[in-house]
């Protein structure tokens, strides 16, 4: 009866164990340029093959890119064949345009839920916001994978030009997430187009946290994130961001790479960063 007993224990503690154990996931947001003939020697043909490789060798769970054409979503959605994405082109909510798109490992993540909308006064249509250059977007996913965990992951690229579209957009992510994070850790990441020094970051940080300063692994060999394919400099302009519900997730691992291409090149006029995070028991 006493052994019985014990292993009666034994089982209970080790089932409890298990489902209080952590769910680590990668996330990757990378700006990979624009397929644009003007940048020569960097032009997105020249680089897209090193792309491929690059992500592969990462594998990570989420790869949310930034300022990708019709043409560069197809190659990527061709060659990385272990993932599937959601987003649609910025112009139009089908193709035409950049996308903000999130690739998912198709071996671990299956889409619940996916949507799009415009950083502008009129988020539910194609449109251009406040004082914007061009027409912004969020994509986003409620992700779940094989045990049932789930995440919101979102995906943005704000306008370069528009400070009030910058920060306009800053107050539509915290209605829209501040919902959300209700119900589902939330990880937020993308090219922001503004510096930590910059008051829209405080506003920012009021309802997300920046991995940046929450993990205690860090391989930062470069402080920014923009290197404008420049092969020397401070590389101190830290404008692309992991951010998170630090109430849901924690922070294993971050990381900004530095790639280079066969040639030796840069991989993209943006460092890609790397963060590894952990569902909260």
């Known amino acids: 009866m006493f052994r019985i007993l014990y292993w009666g224990c034994f089982l209970l503690v080790t089932i409890i164990s298990m489902s209080c154990s952590k769910q680590s996931f990668e996330v990757m947001s990378y700006n990979i340029r624009l397929d644009h003939e003007g940048d020569k020697e960097n032009n997105w043909h020249h680089r897209k093959a090193d792309m491929i490789k690059y992500i592969e060798k990462h594998q990570p769970d989420f790869l949310g890119v930034q300022e990708a054409l019709p043409q560069q979503m197809d190659y990527l959605d061709a060659q ?14 089908k193709r035409a345009g950049e996308f903000s798109a ?4 198709t071996t671990s993540w299956r889409p619940i839920v996916d949507s799009t909308f415009w950083l502008s006064e009129t988020p539910e249509q194609p449109s251009l916001g406040w004082d914007a250059n061009i027409k912004r977007v969020c994509t986003y996913g409620i992700f779940e994978d094989a045990k049932g965990n789930q995440v919101a992951v979102h995906n ?15 107050n539509l992510l915290k209605s829209h997430i501040s919902d959300i994070a209700r119900s589902y850790p939330v990880v937020l990441m993308g090219d922001f187009n503004f ?29 920014g994130t923009f290197n404008g394919f420049a092969m020397e400099g401070d590389f101190s302009k ?3 961001y992991v951010l998170l519900t630090k109430d849901k997730l924690s922070v294993d691992a971050y990381a900004i790479e530095t790639p280079l291409t066969q040639k030796g090149l840069q991989l993209s006029d943006h460092f890609p960063v790397l963060v590894t995070l952990s569902i909260k028991p």
């Open 238 to 240: 830290r404008i692309d």
């Open 102 to 105: 999130i690739f998912y490992r």
């Open 80 to 93: 990385l064949t272990d993932y599937k994405y959601v987003g649609v082109g910025r112009d139009d909510g």
């Open 156 to 170: 943005v690229h704000f306008d370069h030009q528009g400070q009030a579209a910058r920060a306009g957009s800053v």
């Open 195 to 223: 510096a930590p020094n910059d008051p829209l970051y405080t506003n920012l940080m009021s309802f997300i946290s920046d991995s940046h300063h929450l993990s205690n692994k860090k391989e930062i060999p470069v402080e």
